[in-house]
Every structure is written in structure tokens, then in C-alpha cells.
């Protein structure tokens, strides 16, 4: 094919030189030679018209000057002499004109000669133009094989990555199973450790248990020897905590006393679920135990100088931690009933105070401020600035305290971190008025001013369940609203004066309790969750249960 | 080789055959080689009325015929009334179509051609109907093509066909340049004794 | 293809300045007639563009002429050939314009074939045409045209309408298949000597394409002994094809609107000198 296209380049070019040599350079010429011949044609024949003419009038002047009209015929003859003498003037002219045509079609020939040399320049120039034409065309032709070439490695590449990114999902698969089969593992793993460790405990029983019967047969022996005992001491060594199997929904007031000379802000059961203390407005602390269907007063403690806002038990029930609106906080003994610490510190009143282990105690105030005290030193160890009034907290693990606050967020603080910052927060819709741990310490049930409970999940660190209720309104900054024992129900009072339970997995109202004539400030649970008793902003103190 | 056309051999073999039997009845047919091709040549002499000749062309051309088979010119008719023509035809063969055409020239005493025109109006009765419409494709001035010079041509583009059904309808073997000739002859006076049909 | 369409069109606009001389002995009047120039396309016939010259020139002759006929260097041109032909055969690098005499006496009669009117030329014109469709199709192509499309054909050559006449021509040069030529019509000339015309295949019998080369030896048998290729040009429309052209392709694209390839050899000697 190429060299197809090379004769025929040849031929086109041999005929385009030809057109060009042999017709362009005339096609002018010729025309022009045509029309001026034409022209000098026409001229021609107006010439023998004309000369005809002058024959005619010469005819005419002789026949006139025959007739005798000499002098008019001798002056036409005159002007018509002029006239001929004019035209023969004409004529002459035209001849030069022809001349200058002659010498016109001269001059063209010689430009025509230099244009022949022209075109024959341009001819060599155009020849090296198509032969560089052809090189630059090869060159762009090896250009695009090698584009053609680039652009297929380019594809294979692009397959190949795309291959390797299939192999990667593949092997992410794997890897995710992988894990999931390791997680599986661990949890199996954990699982026989929780065996190991339930082994191990039933060992231990076994063995205290073989203690035991030694001691009992000691004891025996020692009854033998009759020896006199000492009754009371037995309920004070011998501590047992309550147990709940299940906690029931108590449905009516099995007992109403009034408690303190003025608003009760505070009730709480001790760990064994025998006792319940009371703290209020007048100051005081009052113990009670329920017994054969009436409240029977077991002591009060005294020392606070204003009205006393939260109660605690230590672990063992052994003492009892009260805070107080004089910016203070107190722990008495049980047993003997004496004031035996006094922690001051805070610059507003306390509005919270627990046991974090049993040498330390954990405070918040209205001073936006959490303090933790060593009871063995007897001092603050730690101030930590919440940054907002502190209305509750409740301690975990010994070292975790979560606080409640008036800027409606929860915060989480680690007390063997750094103290001014806090691990965690949670913003709620209202400002927190109460919190209380689930006895399994996953839950936390939270209490708001905007009229409602959450509960929330602390693995999750969310809000699980809301609990709400058709007239449920939250009295005053400090309504507490607790857990049953098994985490079945909720509690709280309203400001109504009615006691509201709720079924925490169904997220409904269980029962409204109706006996208080005031707004309910606080609650507590039997630990062994057969009863529940509740304070009010009367005097009152009512317990509750089902039978 | 399409049907009606045939070879330069064949022309050759049977433009030989032709001269050989011309020879035997003294037909003044002769072989000439020109340009190494051989072609088949008559020169003959005839006389024709000039005016007046509608009616009587073809008689005449006939008694001409006898007159020049015979060589008797002393028998001519008036001269004022016709004049004598000299007829040279010749037999060329023609590769393009592959069949024989007939190149012809009448010239006068003079030795001047005679014009196209009048060379028309000299064609038989019959062929004037046929002239009027196709005489430019019929007969014109072509150029010789072994030599150079103008001659009178028969055009041969119709030769072909005309001749395969001439062979298609006959039962025997024809001779091809001799049915060919008196077919296309009489048309510019040429004529072809029967002899060269029946002596195969 | 584009560019076998662009090399008819060349072909097509091909002209040749011609200066036409009454000659000096048959001048009857007294003024000088002077020159006549045309430029003429080299595919058409003396007797379709001389009608001015002859206009101009029979003011200054005998009234009592003869028919009018040209010559170039003692040569009278038979008006049968296309000009290009006559021009690569006897001007073929003589100066421009080429100066041919025109004549109104002494017709050569054994020379030149007479034309009596234009349709004696579309007469010769189409027995060529009809002749070289005999040699490329038996005769097919033409025959199967109406009597509109020859009329169109010879039209589209005196009208010098290219587009025209090769709507028509491009079927008689139709090269493929069943259509392929059987031979190619062609004629080489040589001054002096009569046209030689030959039957050539375009194809041998192995289906390779014969080229200019093969076309030219077997047309001239004595192309070599005479050493022919040294000595003349070959030459045709003007230009002077390489020998390895194919002669199927020349065929459909050199040849003269009769359909012929006219191939001249023109002397090297002589128009070198």
C-alpha cells in the first residue's frame, strides 16, 4: 500500500506540476489577448464604417458643390476636411493604442517568465515539505504505537491491582473471622475461669464450713462448760447483709409515723435490711426498726447544725454518713450512737456524701465542688472542681465516683487520675436531681427536673430507658429515686405526694402508692425487697409493702 | 471467444481460403502483410450516374459489377451522365471485437476521395431508411489501423452478433467471411459471388 | 480513493495554450491577421474549440476554401486524437504557447480524416468508447446504457463538465469482480510510425497486477534490442508515469474520456536538443 500511495503521490504531483506549467500561467493571458482582440476587431469595423461615411460625404460635397452652393459647400467641405482629419487623428490614435497593447502582451510574457521561476522554487520548496510531511507522519506513527503500548500496561496494571484488592477483601474477611473465632475463644476462656473460680469458692466454703463445725464442736464443748453469755452482743459482731430473691411490689402503707418536727429530706436502709435511718430538716438522725407492723425508734444522732440532706451506711452497717447544710459532713458510729467525724471543707452546703471505701468518704456541695476525705487523717485528700453545683453522687469500685449536677450533665471522675478533669460526661435534658446504682453496678437510674427517670446503661455509657408517668412531677433539687434490689422496679415520689413504681424492662408505671399529703423528697428499698419506705416535706415516714 | 467473433488464426486460415478460391474465379481478392498482420485487399473500378441515381443505383452497380468482372470499360455508359469510380476495399481484422471489418475508399478519376456525404447517398435504396437515423454509426471516415491513412469503415461493433445468429440458424457449416461480406457488401457496392459459398 | 478522484480532476483541468497562425502563403488580405490564442483542454478535439479561430481567421483567406485544418512543424494533426496526445507526441516540451498553423487549402486527404460537422467527432468519439468497452467488458457496460447516458457522456466532454461526464463513465470503468476488464484498451504512439493496438490483459495468470513495464514489452517486442526505454519518454497526459504502475489502475484513471490509454514515446534527443 505504501508504495501504492507513493506512484500515486508521484503521478498527482507530475500533473499538478503540469497544470501549473502549462495552463495557470496562460489562463490570464489568453483571455486578455482575447478581449483586446476583440476589441480591436470592433474598432476595425467602426474604422471602414467610418471611412465609408467619409466617402459618402465627400460624394455629397462634390455633388453639392456641383450644384453650385460653393461657398456653403466649400466651408461643409471645410469641416467635413476637419471632421476627416479628426478621425484620421482617431485612427492614428488607435493604432498607438495597439501599439501599446503589443507592448502590454510583451511585458506580461516577461512577468510570466518570472512567475514560471517562481513557481518552480516554490515546487522544490513543496517537495521537501511533503518529504518532511512523511517523516513527521512515521514519527507520529511510532508516537501512538507507543501511546497503544503505554495505555496496555497501564490496563494489565490496573488488572493487577484490581486482583490484589480482592485478594485484600478476601484476606480482611479472613482476618474478621478470625477475630470474631478469638473473641469466641476468650469468652470460652472466661467462661472455665468463672468455673475455676466457682470451684475454688466452693473450696473455700467446704473449708470454712469444716471451720465451722470444729467451732460448733468447740462451742459445744465449751456449753459444756457452761459459761454465762452476753446476748447483745451477737446481731453487732455477727453482720449480715440482705438478700433479695425478689423484690415485690409493695401496694400498701403498712406503717405511717411521723418522723421529725419538720420536712424529712432523707431515709435510708442499712446493708442487713433490719434498720432505717432518717434524716431531716431539724437536724437530726433518727434509727428505726420495723417491727410487728409499727416503726419503733432505736436512737437518734445529733451534732449536725442544719438540716441533714443525704444518708449513707458503711459496707459493714457499722457506721453511718450524714451531710449536712452546714457545709459539713458527719459520720457517727451505730453501735454506740457518737458523733465520730466531723469533715469540714466546703464552702456551700453539702448536698451529698458517701462512702467511696471504708477508710474514705466522698462529698459534693452546692460549692461546685467534690471533696474526699481519709477518715484516718481526718482531712480532705483530694478537691475536685466539678464546675457545677454537685446535687448527688455514687461511688463505684472504690475509686469511681459519678456525680450529678445542676448543669444537667452526669460526670465521671477517676480518683487515681488527675483531679480536675473528668473521664466521661453525659448531658441530659434536665438537671440531675438524684443518682442510684443498680445493685449489679451496670445501670444507672438518674432523675431529672424535667419530670422524668433515665436509666443509663454504663457499658454503654447511654440512656437505655426513659421512665416517665402521667403525673410524676419532681418535687424539689434533691428527690431521690431508687432501684428495687433485683433491678425489676424503679422508685420515686412525686411532688404530688404519691409514690410512683415503675417496671424498669417494661419501661411502665407498676403502681402509684397514695398516702403522703406532701411532695415526697426520697425513698429507699428494703435491701431484701419486701418493703420501701419514703419521706415526705411533712413530717412523715411511711413504709410500704405488699402484705 | 464469444459466439459470432472469431480468432486472428481462424481469420487468417479462412482469409486464405478465400483468396484461394478468388484466385480460382479470378475475384481480384489478394493477400497484403502489413505491420505483421495480413489483410485481405480488391481494388475494382465502377461506374455510377451522378444525378438521378435513386431508382437505378442498384441495377446499375450491378452492371458495373458485370463490367468490371468482365474488364470491358469500353462499355461504360455516357460520361457526362456518370463518372468512374475507383473502389479499393479492404479486409482487416479487428482485435477489440474479433471479427473482420470492411475498410473501403471510392475515389475519382482524379484521385480525389469521395466525399462522406456523397458516399451516403450512393448506399442502396433498402439501407437509406436505416442511414437516415445511424449514419454517423453506420459508415464513417476512420483511420486505417495498419495504415494510418483515412478510410471509409463499416462499423464493426454489430458483426459480431449479427454473424452467431447467422451460425445459430444454419444446419451446416457456413463460410463465415463470405456470409459476412454478402451480407454487409452490397450495402458500399461490393459484391460476392456465390462460388466462395458452395466450394468449402 | 479521495486521491484517485483528486488525480481525474487534474487530469480533468489539463490545458494547453495554443497560438493559432494563418499560414503566411494562404494569407489573401492585405492587413496581417494576427494570432489567435486559446487555451485548450487536452481532453477534447481540435474541432470542438476551433470554431473562433476559424471565425477569425476565414476574413483573411480565399473565400474559396477548402475545409480548415492545423499543422505543427510540417505535421497536420488529425483532429481524431485528443490534443494531449497530439501535444505529448509532436510539442511535448516545445515553448509555450504551442504555435500550430492553420490551413484552408491542400487538405491532405491520405493524413487527416475530414470533419464535416461536430457529429462526425461524438461519432468517432463514441466508436472508440464503444470499441474500448468491447476490450474491458465485450461490449457489456455500453450496451447496457441508454441512449440518454451516451448522450450524457459526450455532453459532459464538449460542455467540459467533469462531474457530469464521469457520472456516466465511472460504469464503463467499472473493474471488479464479473466487471473486471478483460483487457485494456491502449495505443502507443510514435511519430512516424502507425498506433500500435494490442490485446493486454491487466492481470496475469497468477492474478499479479501487470504493470506499465510488462504493458510496453509485450506491445513492442523489440523494447529491448532497440533499447527504446533509453532512448524515448514515456509519456502520457503530459506526465511520465514510473513503469511499475499498474495498467488496470492507469486504465481507470489515465485514460483519455474515449476510454483509451494514449501513451506516447517521445524522443529523448529531440527534446533535449
Sequence with gaps: ?????????????????????????????????????????????????????????????????????????????????????????????????RGENAQQIIDLNALLQEKEKEIQHKDTMISSMVETNVTLKQSKKALEFSIAELEATNQMLKDEHQALQMAFTALEE?????????????QRWMEQKAKDADRMNAENADF??????????????????????????????????????????????????????????????????????????????????????????RGTLVGSNAGITSLD??????????????????????????????????????????????????????????????????????????????????????????????????????????????????LLQGRLTSLALASDKNQLLCCTRDDCLKIIDLRMNQVSCTLTADGFKVGCDWSRAVFSPDREYAAAGSGDGHLFVWNVSKAKVEKILKEHSHAVVACSWNPSGVSLVSCEKGKKVVLWSDF | MAAGSISRDEFQSLVKKFVDISNKIDDKWHLVTASSSTYMLKKMLATTVCCNRLENISNQMVSDMEIESLEDVSCMPDVSESKTLTYEY????????????????????????????????????????????????????????????????????HTADFMAQVISKSSQKINYLACWLSTVGPMVGLNIPSDYMCKD | MADDREILRELWDGKIPVSFQLAQEEIYTVEQPDPFFLLVPRLTYFPLVTDKVYRHMVKHVDPDHGEMWLEFDNQPLKWHYPIGVLYDLYGYQSELPWTLTVHFKNFPEDELLHCPSKEAVESHFMSVVKEADALKHRGQAI????????????????????????????????NSGEDAFKSVPFRIYQMDQIPVQKLFKPVDDNGENLTLKNLL?????DLEEKGILSRYRVVTQGIEPPLDVPVGWMSEHLSYPDNFLHICLVSRGHSES
Excluded at chain 1, 503521490?9 to 489568453?30: A, E, G, M, V, W
Excluded at chain 1, 465451722?212 to 446481731?235: N, S
Design chain 1, 174 to 186: 479472613r482476618y474478621r473471622k478470625t477475630q470474631e473465632d478469638n473473641s469466641d475463644l476468650i
Design chain 1, 313 to 426: 451506711y458503711s459496707q459493714d452497717d457499722s457506721m453511718l454518713l450524714g451531710a449536712s447544710n452546714d457545709f459539713a459532713s458527719r459520720i457517727w458510729t451505730v453501735v454506740d450512737q457518737r458523733l465520730r467525724h466531723t469533715l469540714t471543707g466546703h464552702s456551700g452546703k453539702v448536698l451529698s456524701a458517701k462512702f467511696l471505701t471504708e477508710g474514705k468518704v466522698v462529698s459534693g456541695s452546692h460549692d461546685r465542688t467534690l471533696k474526699i476525705w481519709d477518715l484516718v487523717s481526718k482531712s480532705c485528700v483530694k478537691t475536685i472542681f466539678a464546675g457545677s453545683s454537685c446535687n448527688d453522687l455514687v461511688t463505684l469500685y472504690g475509686a469511681s465516683i459519678i456525680s450529678g449536677h445542676f448543669d444537667k450533665r452526669i460526670r465521671f471522675w477517676d480518683t487515681r487520675g488527675p483531679a480536675d478533669s473528668s473521664i466521661n460526661e453525659i
Design chain 3, 143 to 174: 450496451n447496457n446504457m441508454q441512449k440518454k447516458d451516451h448522450k450524457a457522456l459526450w455532453t459532459g466532454l464538449m460542455n467540459d463538465k467533469f462531474d457530469q461526464f464521469w457520472s456516466v463513465n465511472k460504469k464503463l470503468m467499472e
Design chain 1, 1 to 97: 500500500m505504501a508504495t501504492d500511495t507513493n506512484w500515486k503521490r508521484d503521478l498527482l504531483n507530475q500533473i499538478q506540476r503540469r497544470n501549473r506549467k502549462q495552463s495557470y500561467p496562460f489562463i490570464h493571458l489568453i483571455q486578455t489577448n482575447n478581449k483586446l482582440q476583440e476589441i480591436a476587431s470592433s474598432l476595425h469595423l467602426k474604422n471602414v464604417q467610418l471611412q465609408v461615411e467619409i466617402e459618402r460625404l465627400k460624394e455629397e460635397s462634390i455633388s453639392s458643390h456641383v450644384r453650385g452652393d460653393g461657398v456653403v459647400s466649400i466651408a461643409t467641405t471645410h469641416q467635413l476636411e476637419q471632421k476627416l482629419f479628426k478621425l484620421q487623428e482617431e485612427l492614428t490614435e488607435m493604432h498607438k493604442k
Design chain 3, 217 to 221: 514489452s509485450i506491445a513492442l517486442p
Design chain 1, 208 to 297: 470454712i464450713k469444716a471451720r465451722q463445725q470444729r467451732l460448733a464442736k468447740d462451742l459445744e464443748e465449751a456449753a459444756k462448760e457452761q459459761v454465762p453469755v452476753d446476748l447483745d452482743k451477737g446481731p453487732v459482731d455477727g453482720y449480715i447483709p440482705a438478700v433479695c430473691v425478689m423484690a415485690s411490689v409493695p401496694s400498701r402503707a403498712q406503717c405511717v409515723f411521723d418522723a421529725h418536727e419538720g420536712e424529712v429530706y432523707s431515709v435510708q436502709w442499712n446493708a442487713m435490711g433490719s434498720f432505717f435511718a432518717s434524716g431531716g430538716a431539724d437536724r437530726k438522725i433518727k434509727l428505726w426498726e420495723y417491727h410487728n407492723g409499727v416503726c419503733e425508734s
Design chain 2, 90 to 157: 479492404h479486409v482487416v481484422y479487428n482485435e477489440s471485437y474479433a471479427v473482420p471489418v470492411l475498410y473501403f475508399n471510392i475515389f475519382t478519376n482524379d484521385g480525389r476521395l469521395l466525399p462522406l456525404d456523397e458516399v451516403w447517398s450512393q448506399c442502396p435504396t433498402h439501407y437509406q431508411t436505416h442511414l437516415k437515423d445511424n449514419k454517423w454509426s453506420t459508415l464513417t471516415q476512420q483511420e486505417h489501423p495498419l495504415l494510418g491513412r483515412p478510410f471509409l469503415q463499416l462499423h464493426p461493433c
